[in-house]
C-alpha cells in the first residue's frame, strides 16, 4: 500500500516561514509527478504546486515567487519551501503522486498537514 507521510506543518506569523515534507513508499508504478495540494475551509481542494518526473514544475499563481517546490529523488521526498507566508495560505496541505500503470493513472494522497498563518 502506498504512503505518503507529511511533516512540517504549524503555526506561523503573517511573513513567515515553512518547510513542508512529503516522503512516499516506494511504488511498483511509475511516479509521474509529486506535489501539494491544500484546501482551506469552505473551499475546494486546489493545486499548489507540482512537479513531474522529468523536473517540470508548476505553481499556482497565488503562491509563485513565494513557494518553491523541490525532491530528493533518492529519499523518495518532495517538499514545499513556504516563504513571506500570507494569511490566506491558512490551509490543510495535502502531498499528492500521481502513478502511471499502463494507460491507468492514479493519485495518492497523504493525510494532510495543518498551516496556520496567524498574528
Known amino acids: 500500500q502506498v504512503q505518503l507521510v507529511e511533516s512540517g506543518g504549524g503555526l506561523v506569523q503573517p511573513g513567515g516561514s515553512l518547510r513542508l515534507s512529503c516522503t512516499a513508499s516506494r511504488s511498483i508504478f511509475s511516479t509521474i509527478r509529486m506535489g501539494w495540494y491544500r484546501q482551506a475551509p469552505g473551499k475546494e481542494r486546489e493545486l499548489v504546486a507540482v512537479i513531474t518526473s522529468d523536473g517540470s514544475i508548476n505553481y499556482a499563481d497565488s503562491v509563485k515567487g513565494r513557494f518553491t517546490i523541490s525532491r530528493d529523488n533518492a529519499k523518495n521526498t518532495v517538499y514545499l519551501q513556504m516563504n513571506s507566508l500570507k494569511t490566506e495560505d491558512t490551509a490543510v496541505y495535502y502531498c499528492?503522486?500521481?502513478?502511471?500503470?499502463?494507460?491507468?493513472?492514479?493519485?495518492?494522497w497523504g493525510q494532510g498537514t495543518q498551516v496556520t498563518v496567524s498574528s
Open positions: 499528492n503522486r500521481r502513478t502511471k500503470h499502463g494507460v491507468f493513472l492514479n493519485d495518492d
